[in-house]
């Protein structure tokens, strides 16, 4: 048998257990669990496999903390704003644990894979009963089972035995979009990142398990997948098959049904033509690359130890816009890395106006405990960041209302996704990830419908069904 087979046969029976246990503390009433996600979508996928694990030890979902008997804070550790969210949420709980002492109040993600976070967790919150880090996920039931027990506190981290674990259950947020892992960590110790540290080297799940999951994805209902990893291009190594992303993605894609193929991230230095031809020739595959270049000048790139130059990362997106018609691009940005000048800042200026993303994620440089770039000189004050980041945003508005004016007119297949609770109006997004808001029937939320184009406003456009 598998070591990941044993281990999740040995963790079933620890779900066995917890079940009993809340069994008799709740005299036969389900009990009920409350989880708070923080982060990128790798945290929800994590979170998603965590609520797959308490439902099969008999817990129902509550959507706030109040009345739960389990509350589970799953952290991000990629900037400092996040973790002082989870810092003063934490906090906030102090007197639910007072009202109510049986809770059993658990952190877990990147953040508690950080020794000196773990240690003031440790010691400035006396009423978190279990912190687990990234590394030890597939030991939560486990972990929980020792701490509901006889009440000890259980802190387990820096767990790295850098395996891959099959076999556990997953419990979905969205019943029609929804992420699927293809790989875990990352070995690419970009200066500023602290994810290499927190979530391990990077190892890739078998191909034929990911195809079957789609493949129950997509017959189950699910109408828009990502295929999720810190860095998708360099699927497949360490993988007894040769197998590489773009083939991944092809048989994936392969698979029949009314649905859409995302995929992120993607790290320009191994982003290959030949993926660029895979989106092209797809059947499913959205129209759309996230594609990360963080800065426009070569000389910080190289500080942050990126791999691949401005030339470069142009090169991609030519090609890639010459090969996908109606190609959608976004990507993510730093501003403020130690010693990056405003001239550096105006070439990232240069290279949005060149591109053309139709939306960024921004960020200012936020130093991460252990990282090279936390040591590095950092001359530039934060108002003048701030100011650096301001002028971004104002230039990107101007970009994405253009690209998005440019659209209307045209029809679009678009997957509703909501109801907007103030205004009664449907919102969805193109196969670019481009949101449109129109009128129509809360029956169509989940399913995919033409709309007609009608007005763009900045960065999100309104339309009609056709009918
Ligand atoms: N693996 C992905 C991104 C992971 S983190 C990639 O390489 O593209 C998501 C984004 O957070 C990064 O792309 C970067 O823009 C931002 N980020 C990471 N560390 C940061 C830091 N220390 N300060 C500010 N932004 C950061
Ligand atoms: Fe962080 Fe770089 Fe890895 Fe992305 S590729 S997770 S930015 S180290």
Request: hydrophobic fraction near 35%; include cysteine; charged fraction near 30%.
């Amino acid at each position: 048998m598998p070591d990941s087979q044993k281990i999740s046969e040995k963790q079933s029976e620890y779900m066995n257990l917890i079940a009993e246990i809340m069994d008799i503390r709740k005299r036969g009433e389900k009990p009920v669990a409350y989880i708070r996600t923080y982060g990128c979508q790798q945290n929800v996928a994590d979170s998603e496999k965590i609520k797959g694990m308490l439902e099969q030890s008999g817990f129902e979902f509550a959507d706030e903390p109040d009345n739960a008997d389990f509350i589970l804070f799953n952290t991000c550790a990629v900037r400092e704003h996040a973790e002082d969210r989870v810092f003063g949420n934490v906090g906030a709980l102090k007197n639910l644990k007072r009202k109510h002492p049986q809770i059993l109040i658990a952190l877990c993600g990147c953040m508690m894979e950080q020794e000196h976070i773990a240690n003031r967790i440790y010691k400035s919150f006396p009423f978190v009963g279990l912190v687990f880090g990234t590394h030890s996920l597939h030991h939560f039931p486990e972990l929980m089972y020792n701490a509901l027990l006889d009440g000890k506190r259980v802190f387990e981290r820096g767990n790295d035995d850098n395996l891959l674990y099959e076999g556990f259950p997953v419990k979905r947020d969205g019943t029609f979009k929804g992420w699927l892992p293809i790989m875990y960590g990352c070995n690419n110790f970009c200066t500023y990142c602290v994810v290499p540290y927190v979530r391990g080297r990077e190892r890739s799940r078998e191909k034929n398990i990911i195809v079957s999951e789609a493949k129950n994805m997509i017959e189950s209902g699910y109408k828009d997948i990502t295929l999720l990893g810190q860095n998708v291009n360099s699927y497949g190594k360490g993988l007894s098959e040769k197998v590489n992303f773009s083939q991944l993605l092809r048989e994936v894609d392969s698979i029949d049904g009314d649905y859409w193929l995302r995929f992120m991230t993607s790290h320009p230095k191994d982003c290959s033509k030949e993926l660029i031809d895979a989106i092209a020739s797809g059947t499913h595959i959205s129209k759309h690359l996230h594609l990360p270049f963080q800065c426009g000048s070569d000389r910080v790139l190289k500080a942050m130890n990126r791999h691949y130059d401005r030339r470069k990362y142009l090169e991609i997106i030519n090609y890639a816009k010459e090969k996908i018609d109606g190609l959608s691009l976004t990507s993510d940005i730093i501003v403020g890395f130690p010693g990056e000048t405003y001239e550096d800042f105006k070439e990232t200026l240069s290279l949005i106006r060149e591109v053309e993303f139709t939306s960024l994620f921004t960020f200012i440089f936020s130093p991460r405990v252990g990282t090279p770039a936390a040591k590095m000189d950092d001359p530039i004050p934060a108002e003048e960041k701030s100011k650096w980041f301001r002028e971004l945003l104002d230039v990107q508005e101007e970009i994405a209302a253009k690209r998005c004016s440019s659209m209307v007119g045209k029809t679009e297949k678009v997957l509703i996704e909501s109801e907007n609770d103030k205004n009664g109006e449907l919102c969805g997004r193109t196969s670019g990830n481009i949101i449109v808001e129109l009128e129509g029937s809360k029956d169509c939320i989940g399913t995919f419908k033409n709309v007609k184009i009608t007005k763009a406003r900045n960065w999100i456009l309104k339309g009609e069904l056709v009918k």
